[in-house]
DNA sequence: TATCCGAATTGGATCGTTCAAGACGTCGAG
DNA sequence: CTCGACGTCTTGAACGATCCAATTCGGATA
């Protein structure tokens, strides 16, 4: 086995002191031309490579950041998470970080994990995802000032911390509009219960849409927690109102499957109209283009999760190796992807 | 600001020296206990937490482990990951690891990666999803003796170092029994080209049943690559031929949901029988049970993904904590959950 | 020619932990 | 009584990088 490459090797090598070989590395500006490019050669052939726990340990950082990985709640709007995670993962080995999984039941426990990543791991930074009102996990991390982005809007203050986000109510008015082109005024709205901040924020979407176009949407929609159980089942009632929606919007392609099963109980199979035109039934749209919306051909709404992700880590890295000031938060537009059933 | 908390800061607080605080948290046995106790409660009074870079610098542990996260390719299988990620990561996290993430093209970036992250980073060990015949990664870590386990089979060795899997062929064969119990006896098959370890496996267990029960598999199944519109496609050829098959098992439910659209042109949406019978048309049993099949109540094989990241885990720990031997294989058995397609 | 200046380089100290070696008191065997 | 063994604890050195202060060197200036 080959003897372990250091700092030293590379220097007695390239025949300068440690300190030039650092100077490359870290400040290269300062290091002639010459030398630099000497320092280089030797620090190629013999396939050094910086030990991060050494240089850890001097200076605090350790260039890594930390996502939590949730678990996949009904499944189908775990794919998100996935694909956001994919770029993240990619973004941040390009800035010369690498991203690190923890796991969390509840608020709490992800503090207590904060800290002790910081401080086993000296941690550099967090990519927070969903964030609500009032979120005690941000405001532990601004006390102590480590920097982190979150994934999500701080609901309270838009300027509290750097934040990517996707505009779920344009997302959502996209939808309207859709319909509303297609012909249709009585557009329900299916979606989760008043009080988090993405959930009103695509209902807002869709009430303030209805209304531009003249049409008030009392009545029209429905709370409920996320499944597709459940979105069959407010669908139903919904569409048992009189006089009835001829169209409906989902905060969620769970609830738009369910809602699907209410709407067109009769409708052909999956992928109903081949030639792209929409299926019979009333017209359903649901939220994140999740794959089992492609499956089925349902319409939705889709979030640039890799560009979020990318918008993450440049964000995280401004704060990280930039000057000390917030940089600017990033809202993102979704696009509709229309399929077979809106 | 407090100040940094070090092992010397815990030694003076406990009147003791450092190493016997270090012995307190590596090698407890050799410590008084009174002496230990009351270096413990100087350690939970001061909050103090090991520096890993420090320890990592001493004696080249991490305790971090690698795992690839591939992109999601048609977005249906990628749920499979996720789980498995998830289960992974707690898992480590109960054995004092954590996961860090990578992506990589193909084999050889794969390989560019473990060096930097072994040289960089100091990893203790690989997760690697994914193994084929002649697996070049499994051959580059085995050669530096690096700790590694995969999540599937060495399919030329089965010795040649510690991994986790699932009986595919278990999974198709009951697949297939259930299909056979049914009445069934012509039960076509839809998989990938013959070469990939998994996709033969999973035929295997197809073929082999159908034969114990006197069926000749000859021309009952079809090869192609992964996709709804492939198993579309392949489903419809097996169906025109004469006389056809009267119920379908596919390597993927991404092929299966392609062949249900070709083997019930005209039947019922999505859960067809409320009831829970099976709906008219050909019957058709997926692979790998994603949300998608739980979405369009497709009849799916279930991995046990939880279990089998924990398996990981386990196998990898042994091998990094434990003596100097390959710990033996483990093979979990897959479930076939039966919904409405089958 | 002597002096000064800044760019480039050097050696030593340092981060927090573990390893190797040794000190100390107690005990039982010879 | 001496010796070695044992259990317990302490001390100095080392891991590999960066930071800091000091030094060299070539060229410009007085």
Redesign the interface.
């Known amino acids: 086995m080959a003897e372990k490459v250091t700092i030293a090797t590379v220097a007695r090598h390239a025949q300068v002191s440690r300190q030039t070989v650092s100077n490359v590395l870290n400040t290269p500006h300062i290091v002639r031309e010459e030398t630099r490019q000497r320092v280089q050669e030797a620090i190629a052939t013999l396939?050094y490579?910086?030990?991060?726990?050494?240089r850890?340990?001097r200076t605090g950082r350790?260039r890594?950041i930390a996502v939590r990985?949730?678990?996949?709640r009904?499944?189908?709007n775990?794919?998100v998470?996935?694909?956001f995670?994919?770029g993240l993962?990619?973004t941040a080995?390009a800035a010369g970080y690498?991203?690190?999984?923890?796991?969390a039941a509840d608020a709490a426990a992800e503090i207590a994990t904060y800290d002790?990543?910081l401080?086993?791991?000296?941690l550099d930074g967090f990519v927070l995802t969903g964030t609500d009102h009032g979120d005690s996990r941000t405001a532990w991390l601004a006390d102590r000032g480590v920097a982190f982005v979150t994934f999500g809007r701080p609901w309270d203050d838009p300027d509290a911390h750097p934040w990517v986000d996707v505009d779920g109510a344009a997302g959502t008015a996209q939808a309207t509009r859709h319909l509303l082109a297609a012909g249709h005024r009585r557009i329900g709205f299916i979606g989760w219960p008043a009080g988090s901040g993405v959930g009103d924020d695509r209902r807002a979407g869709w009430r303030e849409t209805l209304r531009a176009a003249g049409v008030d949407p009392t009545g029209l929609d429905r709370e409920t927690l996320d499944g597709?159980a459940e979105g069959e089942r407010l669908a139903a009632d919904l569409l048992a109102a009189a006089p009835p929606p001829t169209a409906l919007v989902c905060a969620s392609d769970s609830l738009a499957?369910g809602a699907?099963?209410a709407a067109?109980?009769?409708?052909?199979?999956?992928?109903?109209a081949p030639d792209g035109r929409p299926g019979a039934g009333v017209p359903v749209i649901g939220f994140d283009d999740?794959?089992?919306a492609?499956?089925?051909g349902l319409t939705s709404v889709s979030q640039p999760l890799r560009d979020a992700a990318a918008r993450c880590v440049d964000l995280l890295t401004a704060v990280l190796d930039g000057p000390p000031r917030t940089p600017a938060p990033v809202l993102l537009q979704p696009s509709l992807v229309v399929r077979h059933t809106a």
Chains 1, 2 share one sequence.
């Open positions: 396939g490579r910086v030990s991060q726990a050494a850890q340990m350790s890594l990985i949730e678990p996949t009904d499944g189908i775990g794919s998470l996935d694909r995670l994919h993962t990619e080995e690498r991203a690190l999984l923890y796991t002790d990543l401080s086993a791991y000296d597709i499957l699907l099963q067109r109980p009769s409708a052909p199979a999956v992928r109903a999740t794959p089992v492609a499956a089925v």
